[in-house]
């Protein structure tokens, strides 16, 4: 939800992402269910019932972060949670058209990565105004979320992300979990792994393998230690 990267590979991608959330704010690992109409792959918020993370088993996935391009402020209630908005987009049959009728008055403002197709968005609503943004799926991206992190900090985040992807001379998924889980470890605050006053924490890791062989998706929960995946090898 807070910390999102986005790898090109030969053959798809690897779309990885941190769940920075309260503690509080408990959620069930991925699963399929049916939203919609539509098979859906995603983790489910407890308590608004929607998620950050989605895919429809096959080149589609959707990654929402907290914020727009810069940190607004908190005024609840809100009409819809985006977790929901987040569903709607991926059982639409069409994802971007849906996102330029999709009415989000009074919906707190958030960022969307999403891929399809080898194509890459940014969707970003700011609270008054919608954005989208055609990114190049050929190069590796990284997002941190306005809320949590100032502009310098998500500054020096791509600089980490940057070194990081200049020392490794091949990538792949665990490549990428250990730099989601370990980069900057020391750094409670800012670190991709954090834990400020115990109560608000990086819960989770998701992450996404898309590939010619299809999609799996794997789950791991930072608090119990647990691993999960799934994959589209299963009926949906």
């Known amino acids: 939800m807070c910390t999102v990267t986005f790898i090109a590979t030969k053959t798809g ?3 990885t992402s941190n ?6 704010r408990v959620a069930l690992p991925p699963q399929i269910y049916l ?7 995603y983790p489910k918020d407890v308590t608004a ?3 950050w993370y989605a895919t429809d088993g096959s080149s589609k ?6 914020g727009g391009a810069e940190k607004h402020a908190h005024k609840p209630p ?3 949670s985006r977790g929901l908005i987040v569903l709607d987009l991926i059982s639409a049959e069409n994802t971007i058209s849906e996102w330029q009728i999709i009415d989000l008055i009074n919906v707190e403002p958030f960022t969307i990565v999403f891929f399809s197709e080898n194509n890459l968005h940014q969707l970003q609503w700011n609270g008054a105004v919608k954005s989208q943004l055609e990114l190049d799926a ?5 997002w941190s979320s306005s809320t949590l992190y100032d502009a310098a900090i998500r500054t020096q985040r791509a600089e980490w992300f940057a070194a990081f992807l200049e020392k490794e001379a091949t990538l792949s998924p665990q490549k990428m979990f250990d730099f989601h889980r370990y980069t900057e470890n020391s750094d409670a605050k800012n670190g991709l792994v954090i834990s400020r006053n115990e109560v608000l924490k990086t819960l989770s890791i998701t992450q996404t393998i898309i590939d010619e062989i299809g999609v799996e998706i794997h789950y791991y929960d ?9 994959s589209n090898e299963q009926p949906i």
């Open 61 to 66: 996935v959707i990654v929402l972060l907290n």
């Open 222 to 230: 930072l608090i119990s230690a647990e691993k999960f995946t799934v």
């Open 78 to 80: 809100y009409r819809r």
């Open 13 to 15: 991608a690897i779309i």
């Open 19 to 24: 769940r920075d959330e309260h503690i509080l």
């Open 138 to 142: 050929s190069k590796n991206h990284i």
């Open 35 to 41: 939203y919609n109409q539509k098979s859906i792959i």
């Open 49 to 51: 019932g929607g998620t």
